[in-house]
Nanobody, 127 residues
Framework: VQLQASGGGMVQSGGSLRLSCAIS????????IGWFRQAPGKEREGVSC????????YYATSVKGRFTITGDNAKNTVSLQMTDLQPDDTAVYYC?????????????????????WGKGTQVTVSS
């Protein structure tokens, strides 16, 4: 099971980026795939999750309406289109399995300690 995130970079406030997660060793039908992020000195924060099996997805309140998650079963990739980026979006972004087990509540989306994720990609948004 391997996941590799890419597509990060540095943009100005209001800019856009598209992250991609390349998956190997399994298919999108096997796991729900999500994105979480971690900023320096902060806890991991779930951002979005997609389950291609039933077509369902969800987003953190902080990114709803700005970020869009999609899955491509043919390419075995999951993408995260990010628009209207803000400085608070600055973090390392990771794609991970088992996002359907993440905790969703008043404190936001908390990723599970189990599952698989790979090396993240840095997103930096300047004001």
């Amino acid at each position: 099971v391997q996941l590799q995130a890419s597509g990060g970079g540095m943009v100005q406030s209001g800019g856009s980026l598209r992250l991609s997660c390349a998956i190997s060793g399994f298919t999108l039908d096997d796991y729900a795939i999500g994105w979480f992020r971690q900023a320096p000195g902060k806890e991991r924060e779930g951002v979005s999750c997609i389950s291609t099996g039933d077509g369902s997805s969800y987003y953190a309140t902080s990114v709803k309406g700005r970020f869009t998650i999609t899955g491509d079963n043919a390419k075995n990739t999951v993408s995260l289109q990010m628009t209207d980026l803000q400085p608070d979006d600055t973090a390392v972004y990771y794609c991970a399995t088992d996002c359907d087990s993440w905790s969703v509540g008043d404190r936001g989306i908390i990723p599970a300690d189990f599952g698989s994720w790979g090396k993240g990609t840095q997103v930096t948004v300047s004001s």
